[in-house]
């Protein structure tokens, strides 16, 4: 065996080696990105529609996987801390189980659907703004506030709350059973109100906006993230109130002046036993 035969043998073998250390390399990589895409956590959902008011047992729950940025805030992961707990409101098939849609026996009212630091805020509503009454509390909403501005000027809208829970439309806190309409104001029609629950900042910046803005929801779906978009400014001063049309007051005419008319004064003439008045 000469030399440059020894050489070929050796480049081949560097030029192998090479190859399967360079193919090992990115199989690798290729395993790592789709390890990053595919991540996901476990999350506890539905197997079955689950009414309200209901008690959780360990045959309504799986345990199953999400990707991490499609998992709802506050959604549990293990079933053992939902079973035992009653459902406050009514929950899909397939729907995540969060701690806000479940609670303990004596949380079904509307307190105790409150997480320490949320507050409850009615606002009233019609049914252009709260999509034909087809909201029903336990979804999420969109709030978007409206700025008028003066006459000829285009106002503007933000969505300045997102992901805000609906506790309750009028006084009814669970879903009603069916969409039969009804009259404005009774529970099971179009709502006149609607119960949201917020943060203590964003019940402030509701409570303004109400007072200086028009409001209406915009029902979200179930399977979106809550911070899928971001919540919007308002400001306030861009608002320019309309001047409301006041009839012109009518100038009234002086009174007349009235001139006394001078008395022109009196002479007493004595005429013997007479006395004659006289003016000068």
């Known amino acids: 065996m000469n030399s440059r035969r020894i050489t070929l043998i050796v480049a081949i073998v560097l030029a192998v080696t090479t190859g399967l250390l360079t193919l090992r390399y990115l199989n690798s990589?290729?395993?790592?990105?789709?390890?990053?895409?595919?991540?996901?956590?476990?999350?506890?959902?539905?197997?079955?529609?689950?009414?309200?008011?209901?008690?959780?047992?360990?045959?309504?729950?799986?345990?199953?996987?999400?990707?991490?940025?499609?998992?709802?805030?506050?959604?549990?992961?293990d079933p053992h801390v939902a079973i035992g707990d009653v459902s406050l409101i009514a929950i899909p098939m397939n729907s995540t189980i969060t701690d806000s849609k479940i609670g303990q026996p004596a949380a079904v009212g509307l307190d105790g659907r409150l997480k320490p630091g949320m507050r409850a805020v009615t606002i009233a509503v019609d049914a252009i703004k709260s999509v034909n009454g087809l909201i029903q509390p336990g979804d999420r909403v969109d709030v978007l506030a409206s700025v008028a501005k003066g006459s000829g000027d285009h106002p503007n809208t933000y969505a300045i709350i997102r992901g805000a829970l609906v506790l309750a439309?009028?006084?009814?806190?669970?879903?009603?059973?069916?969409?039969?309409?009804?009259?404005?104001?009774?529970?099971?029609?179009?709502?006149?109100?609607?119960?949201l629950g917020v943060t203590v900042q964003q019940a402030s910046l509701l409570t303004v906006a109400d007072l200086n803005t028009t409001l209406r929801l915009a029902l979200r779906s179930p399977n979106e993230p809550i911070r899928a978009e971001p919540a919007e400014n308002i400001d306030f001063q861009d608002a320019t109130p309309v001047p409301k049309s006041v009839p012109p007051v009518l100038a009234m005419p002086p009174p007349p002046v009235v001139?006394?008319?001078k008395e022109r004064p009196s002479v007493t003439i004595v005429d013997g036993d007479r006395l004659i008045q006289g003016n000068r």
């Open 29 to 77: 990589v290729n395993q790592s990105a789709q390890v990053a895409v595919v991540e996901s956590k476990p999350v506890v959902i539905a197997n079955r529609d689950i009414p309200t008011r209901a008690k959780i047992t360990p045959d309504m729950l799986t345990l199953t996987k999400r990707p991490a940025n499609q998992i709802e805030p506050g959604a549990i992961a």
């Open 169 to 195: 439309l009028n006084n009814a806190i669970e879903p009603a059973p069916d969409q039969s309409p009804a009259p404005p104001g009774q529970n099971g029609g179009v709502p006149a109100t609607v119960t």
């Open 259 to 261: 001139v006394a008319k």
